[in-house]
């Protein structure tokens, strides 16, 4: 099955909770480019499983008996192209980044923030599957961003944010959204650090496109840019 001209993205769920299983087993069915391949309630047949299934995308839990699920992820990182972890313990977060996790979903599940963790899978699936790597150069005031062929050139002052999507970024603007080959840590070296302000461990933002400063997230341009606790002393400082 496809969806459009890619293939469809094959996911197991690994939780030791049977309803958080039926959340995801029942939201995904939403996305027709969202095939499940099972549901383990315990982490060593999850474990099991991958190796056959050899799913593209894996969704856990991270307290499980016998192995959490960063334990689980670190065992099976190099042969699962995306990772979700859905779990209610916050603390964890970190780590779970650390291992490229795309997604870090705090329990309840719920439809909404499936949908959202839905939408990160599909643009970074598609984005794998085409075969031009998104090259940028950085230049003063602009950038030049190579699409296949194509040589667009942007304003940095058209920048709304940045998103990190593990070795990519996505550059977001009013008008268009682009894919680049560059981690957010390599964009915060070469951006103006009065101008780009990094908010999150995901998210970069344009300081001129603020529009109100919230205690856990910020108006970017009437967009919601979460701010992350190591970040939040930074964002204080600002003055409009």
């Known amino acids: 099955m496809t969806t459009g001209t890619l293939p469809t993205i094959r996911f197991i769920a690994i939780d030791d909770n049977p309803l958080d ?3 995801i087993t029942e939201f995904s069915k939403a996305f027709p480019f969202l095939t499940n391949c099972g549901t383990f309630q315990n982490a060593l047949e999850g ?6 299934i050899k799913p593209d995308l894996v969704f856990l ?3 499980m008996p016998h192995i959490s699920g960063i334990d689980l992820l670190r065992k099976v990182r190099e042969h699962v192209m995306m990772a979700v972890f859905i779990t209610s313990h916050p603390e964890f977060a970190l780590e779970g980044f650390e291992l490229s996790a795309l997604d870090y979903i705090l329990k ?4 909404e923030r499936f949908a959202q963790a839905a939408r990160k899978i599909r643009e970074y699936w598609e984005m794998k599957q085409k075969s031009q790597a998104y090259e940028v150069l950085f230049e003063k005031d602009m950038l030049t961003i190579k699409e296949g062929h194509n040589h667009v050139r942007l304003a940095q002052r058209d920048i709304i944010y940045l998103e990190a999507m593990q070795d990519y970024t996505k550059i977001v603007t009013s008008n268009k959204n682009y894919m680049t080959l560059s981690s957010l840590s390599y964009f915060m070296e070469q951006l103006p650090s009065e101008n780009f302000l990094r908010v999150h461990r995901s998210y970069a933002v344009s300081v001129r496109q603020i529009r109100e400063l919230r205690y856990s997230e910020l108006l970017c341009n009437n967009i919601v840019i979460p ?7 930074a964002i204080a400082k600002l003055r409009f």
Not at 47 to 52: N, R, S, T, V
Not at 227 to 233: N, P
Request: no cysteine.
């Open 227 to 233: 701010v992350g606790k190591t970040y939040r002393s």
């Open 108 to 111: 309840p599940l719920s439809e």
């Open 47 to 52: 474990f099991e499983a991958q190796q056959y």
């Open 61 to 63: 839990d991270i307290e």
């Open 21 to 23: 299983l039926l959340f």
